[in-house]
């Protein structure tokens, strides 16, 4: 459902370009300052060197003269390809894939990219298309790998990532940003996305938007844009406050997406952030800016717990936090360590009914996990009771080593050859 709302409804009490610059930016801010967030890979260089994590930079481009003697063939199947000076999200190129058997990547939609195509947009970058004609560098960055909780409504792979305003390093209101078709597979609301706004105390969304407008459910499905809860929430918070401490910013847009294995990592920092925001969120961020004046010099802890307790929304519920939990799906990938050091990968069901992990007979035997002098156990189903043989068995979970007792069974004619029991998956979260 699309509600045509938007800003005509409230337009005296939204926070405007005009009183934003003039109240929180300029004459607040150090040239000095502003010149290094244009510059992101100096700005990737500080945050770093603060310890906080961002995207790994794999090469970059400043001139024509190394442009023509770039290397293609050593770049990642996966990448993002980037203008230093750049802004709007003009000039950035996705890659997912690399055709081994033609000589094209695949970008955002299916588009077919080759090589030539690479260096000319390059070539564009390097002579200031989309920085304001000044002379540029162009980077190939990584690419983040999407969260499973953001699969079901992200458009083809796309990276959704999460704005966080922050004002006197204290994180003031949030918004995630999901790619949709209209928006190519970018975390643009101009170009399309779909903007939500979050509860800053529960980390859950709250209302959508799209291309200014209000609406209950994404484009094209039946997913309600409200109460998704967003993994990782408060480190989000922590690092938006470390990040505009650490390079100095009195009022600032930190951007950052959430790698489905590293967690969240800082993408760019915003010192002209966009100001839709607010609509995302049905709230002025006139009115928050306000209540926050005259607060500086605070800690980290102070800062988040201000920003809940000020701008929570939903009074009475507690936050269930993330925290460092990482989230599977039903159907995982795992690895299991051998004795001998060997790692064997083999596709796994997460099985919250079942309490022990279960491994096939004939799996078991070939692994050489079975001997005579395992202990027996006795295994209650849905079929009665029963006496199974168990091994020790140290499993990889998304990464995460898990040391447990694997009850054999007959799994032959199924497709998983294993199954995770719940007392194994306690760490994790699991996206049904």
């Keep these: 459902m699309i509600s045509v709302l938007s800003e005509s409804l409230f337009p005296k ?14 004459g607040l801010t150090s040239p000095k300052i502003l010149r290094i967030i244009k510059n992101k890979l100096k700005t990737k260089e500080i945050l770093l060197a603060a310890g906080l994590p961002t995207t790994k930079t794999y090469f970059t481009i400043c001139n024509i003269k190394e442009l023509n003697r770039f290397a293609f063939n050593e770049l990642p199947p996966s990448f993002v390809l980037k203008p230093n000076l750049g802004y709007g999200g003009k000039g950035i190129i996705i890659v997912y894939a690399r055709n081994v058997k033609r000589p094209y ?11 030539e195509d690479l260096k000319f ?11 304001e004609n000044k002379q540029d560098i162009a980077f190939f960055e990584e690419r983040v790998k999407l969260d499973p909780i953001f699969k079901p409504f992200t458009y083809k792979g796309g990276i959704p990532d999460i704005r966080v305003i922050t004002y006197n390093c204290i994180p003031v209101m949030a918004m995630a940003r999901i790619p949709t078709v209209f928006s190519g597979g970018k975390a643009n609301l101009a170009l399309g996305a779909v903007g939500l706004g979050i509860d800053m105390k529960t980390g859950y969304t709250t209302y959508g938007i799209i291309y200014s407008k209000f609406i209950d459910y994404f484009p094209g499905t039946r997913f309600l844009v409200k109460n998704i809860k967003i993994p990782y929430f408060t480190k989000i918070l922590k690092y938006a406050y470390r990040a505009s401490k650490t390079i100095g910013l009195n009022y600032a847009g930190i951007d950052i997406a959430i790698d489905r294995e590293n967690g969240p ?3 760019e920092i915003n010192s002209w952030p966009g100001l ?7 709230g002025f961020l006139k009115d928050r800016l306000i209540r926050l004046k005259g607060i500086k ?19 009475g519920q507690e936050p269930e936090e993330y925290g460092d939990k990482k989230v599977i799906n039903v159907f995982e990938q795992i690895e299991i360590l051998l004795p001998s050091g060997k790692k064997i990968k083999v596709p796994a069901k997460i099985d919250t009914g079942a309490w022990r992990t279960s491994i096939d007979k004939g799996l078991a035997n070939e692994l050489g996990l079975i001997s ?16 199974r043989k168990v091994v020790p068995i140290t499993i990889k979970v998304r990464g995460e080593p898990i040391a447990t007792e694997a009850s054999i069974a007959e799994r032959s004619d199924l497709k998983n050859k294993i199954i995770i029991g719940r007392r194994d998956i306690k760490g994790f979260l699991i996206n049904v």
């Design 297 to 315: 010099k605070i800690n980290e802890e102070r800062a988040i717990n201000i920003s809940k307790e000020l701008f929570g929304e939903q009074e």
């Design 372 to 387: 005579d002098n395992h202990k027996i156990i006795k295994i209650r189903s849905s079929f009665g009771t029963e006496e």
């Design 13 to 26: 009490k939204l926070l405007g370009l005009n009183s934003r610059n003039l109240h929180y930016i300029i």
């Design 265 to 267: 990592v800082i993408l």
């Design 105 to 115: 990547y695949v970008a955002a939609g299916g588009l077919k990219i080759t090589i």
């Design 121 to 131: 947009h390059i070539f564009k970058i390097i002579e200031g298309a989309y920085s």
């Design 276 to 282: 839709k925001i607010q609509l995302a969120n049905r």
